[in-house]
């Protein structure tokens, strides 16, 4: 599904959509892409005032309350009014980062709609170890990850690894995680139905992840090197377990969401003519760096063709 929604609206037809509007910005070495100015607030204003030239009215400031369909409309109750429409679209963060006032709201208007909802787990985030890296703060390498379930690869990468104070961090482990918590809800979802209520990994799923971190010799510091040898590591391979990922409240975003086998391609339930699901609140996830931001892009004009 993700190639047809990328077709029909690419980051290249958004980097076309910003060279028309002189908004700059700069293509990095691995194809990300930042805004010239690194102000997040440029966009924003522009795309708000893109909305507002096209008659769109923006509330802000209302709690809602309820959402319910009455025939072919939809009646939204908020704290301080009421709204009729015809299309409903939910755009909304998932459960991640509640700093930024994530609420859940978009897990509750789906059970309210008796939507299918996947379980949802921290992703692009530190994973925590049973090997305390703190003596190892500051560093950072560029090695080559493995994640193992018993012997088993399950995802591999090569990128940027960040010691932290005690665990590991940077796009290798933000990546880690998010495959992982992919490969996990799949494969112990029916063993535990209880995490369709979010995440709790108990010690026995725990204990059956190991991660290898392999370093090329010219990556391998006197700090390392002396912490290697502390490990007894025999090779240029530090090999660990996976004790947790980190609390959501630091995860980037979050996995899990509508299950889309309840929606169409162009993001329309099947059982609910005209509401929509888009962005963080389907069961899409991708790499740090990666098309995160552009599939929540492609998706609102994939869904907003339909109006």
Known sequence: ????VFHKYSNYD???????????????????VILKSWKAKELLDFLIQESKSNNTEIQTGQTITSIEKLND??????????FLCKNLVIAAWWIS????WTTGFGIQVAKDFWLNIIPSFPCLCWLETE???????GSSITGQVEILDWNKRIYETE?????????????????????LAEYMTKKYLARHPEWNEGYNLDSSLR????????????????KLEKFMDWLHSKSETIIT???????????????GGVDMNEIKPNFECKKIPSLYFIWETVDIIWETWGFNLQRARSSGYICGQNF
């Open 97 to 100: 980062y509640p700093q930024l």
């Open 159 to 179: 990128w940027n690894i960040l010691f932290t104070h005690r665990w590991l961090s940077g796009p290798a482990m933000f990546n880690s995680s998010a495959w």
């Open 14 to 32: 958004f980097m076309d959509y910003l060279d028309e509007n002189w908004i700059q910005y700069n293509i990095e070495d691995n194809g990300r």
């Open 241 to 255: 377990r996976i004790k947790n990922f980190r609390p959501l409240e630091e995860a980037k975003v979050s996995s």
């Open 1 to 4: 599904m993700l190639v047809s």
């Open 131 to 137: 090997v305390n890296f703190s003596v190892l703060s």
């Open 207 to 222: 204990s059956e992840w190991q991660i290898n971190i392999k370093i090329t010799p010219n990556e391998i510091t006197k």
């Open 73 to 82: 409309w939809f009646k939204i109750t908020t704290e301080q009014t009421e």
